[in-house]
């Protein structure tokens, strides 16, 4: 089956995968409250990519069949660039609130089979060919991946890597007929109710004799012993766009996922306690790769947030200084990623195999200041929205016939901006910044694929000196006459 509809999708997440949410064992995902929405949501992305087949769809190299172009695996500049043209539909379609749809682990997964020469090092070539046939799988099927790579903390004292022995982190425990058996806990798969399969592989690189916890692997979501733990819902009800134009869409969950030993089959096992496999495949292209995807996603939310910011100001004839100063501060955050995301891909190299990935040391940049700037544009919008963020009729409100003429009057904009006009713009600012979806949003933007302080710290320890010592050296090495 190639690229799938929104229907297709929402069939698919019809099987008996344990997803608990409160005490709630849910039984069925799309019709759950807590999920039906983002389902849809979803769902609308998968039929996006058919409406706008000419940017998000590309025939399969084998089999000619249209895949989402998310599957691409670039061996390009024009690649990349055709990529970028796919990625940045998808992320306008959820104005970036959405963080993990599909294409960000279909990305990735393009990228390591791209790079299958790394993944089969020290004597790993049979777990290379099944991530590459796995590749093949989820872009034929157009599979939603959800995915778990950091170990919980219990002790933060004790690092991040578990040492031998640590009965929490994901470990192996021993093998059946069929596969390994896999026991612990890992964090945090967001869109897992969303998800047909659970993909795990490295983050923090193991210490010698870890060797246990060194496994990577997709398994589907029903597979037995698999449970997923999901946080309190964000969601707001699906009939209830014009109240909550965000939640009521893209709640996409966040969920803590325990391994009560679960049977992964063989063909699914793509590195098996082999630390240095686990250590190297993360640490060359991986992070351009898949920021590639994660920094369109974050510029189309900046760029949102900033033409919201405006419309908010516009419909009660508030554009003047210092409001336009901060609207101006937004608008070069959005400016910044745009320009990061160019450099990046103008600068895309071979980074082996035949593949190609943007320069990584634009998006290094960038990746490490989101975490502050995306604080700030809330910050920004919830100071010039000011108590109208809060006075903004429902829609049942503006739908009773007693009240509406009064809110006509009363609670109108500036000019010729209906209430109803109003009430829209203060309601989307709200549910952008101020709702229970947005502080969850806001915690995503510090904390996916680390915190900002980590982030900086591997900006600096991976950045190219070469220039920055030639300057200072001329005042510290050359003579003094
Ligand atoms: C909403 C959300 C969704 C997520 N989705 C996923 C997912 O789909 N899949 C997945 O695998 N993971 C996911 N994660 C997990 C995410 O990858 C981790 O939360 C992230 O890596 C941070 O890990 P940590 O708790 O160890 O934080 P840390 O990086 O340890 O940060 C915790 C605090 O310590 C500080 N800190 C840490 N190290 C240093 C240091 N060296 N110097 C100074 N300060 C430091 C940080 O500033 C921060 O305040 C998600 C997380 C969130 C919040």
Not at 267 to 277: E, T
Not at 318 to 338: D, H, S
Not at 457 to 479: G, I, M, S
Request: proline residues 7%.
């Amino acid at each position: 089956m190639p690229a799938r509809t929104g229907e297709q999708f929402l069939r698919g997440l019809k099987d008996e995968r344990e997803i608990w949410i409160g005490n709630e064992k849910v039984c069925d995902v799309p019709s759950h409250p807590a999920f039906a929405g983002a389902a849809k949501g979803l769902a609308a992305v998968f039929d996006l990519q058919h409406r706008h087949a000419a940017e998000c769809l590309v025939p399969d190299p084998e089999t000619g069949e249209p895949i989402n172009v998310s599957h691409l695996i670039p061996r390009s500049k024009e690649d990349i660039q055709r990529r970028h043209r796919g990625l940045e539909r998808m992320a306008e379609h959820t104005v970036g609130v959405m963080g993990r749809t599909p294409d960000y682990m279909n990305v990735t997964y393009a990228g390591f089979a791209g790079r299958s020469d790394e993944w089969g090092a020290n004597g790993n070539e049979a777990g290379a060919e099944r991530l590459v046939k796995y590749q093949k799988f989820l872009r034929r099927n157009d599979i939603s991946l959800t995915h778990t790579i950091i170990n919980p903390t219990i002790d933060k004292a004790k690092g991040d890597t578990p040492a031998p022995g640590d009965d929490v982190a994901l470990h192996k425990v021993g093998e059946s007929e069929h596969g390994i058996i896999v026991r612990g806990a890992r964090i945090l798969a967001t869109l897992a109710p969303f998800a047909d399969e659970l993909a795990v592989y490295p983050a923090h690189p193991l210490v010698p004799g870890a060797d246990a916890y060194a496994l990577s692997f997709c398994i589907p979501m029903a597979t037995p012993g698999l449970k997923f733990i999901s946080r309190d819902s964000c969601a707001a009800p699906t009939q209830n766009a014009f109240d909550h134009p965000l939640s009521s869409r893209y709640d996409e969950q966040d969920a803590f996922v325990i391994f009560d030993d679960v049977e992964v089959p063989w063909d699914r096992v793509f590195i098996d306690s082999n630390v240095p496999v686990y250590n190297q495949v993360m640490s060359t292209g991986w992070f351009p790769n898949v920021m590639q995807q994660t920094m369109i996603r974050a510029q189309a939310k900046l760029e949102f947030a900033w033409g919201l910011a405006t419309r908010m100001l516009e419909s009660i004839n508030a554009l003047q200084p210092p409001n336009v100063q901060m609207l101006g501060e937004m608008w070069t955050y959005a400016e910044f990623a745009r320009a990061c995301i160019q450099c990046a891909e103008e600068n895309a190299y071979e980074f082996g195999n035949g593949v190609w990935f943007p320069q990584g040391a634009p998006l290094t940049a960038l990746r490490a200041n989101l975490p502050a700037w995306f604080p700030r544009v809330n910050e920004i919008i919830r100071l010039l929205g000011s108590h109208n963020l809060l006075a903004a009729p429902t829609y049942a409100q503006l739908s009773d016939p007693e009240l509406r003429p009064l809110i006509e009057r009363y609670m109108r904009g500036a000019g010729n901006v209906s209430a109803e006009e109003r009430a829209r713009v203060f309601r989307l600012a709200w549910d952008f910044t101020g709702s229970a979806l947005a502080s969850r949003g806001e915690q995503y933007e510090r904390f996916y694929l680390a915190s900002g302080a980590r982030n900086q710290q591997v900006a600096h320890r991976t950045a190219d000196r070469a220039r920055a010592d030639r300057l200072v050296d001329r005042f510290l090495k050359e003579p003094v006459q």
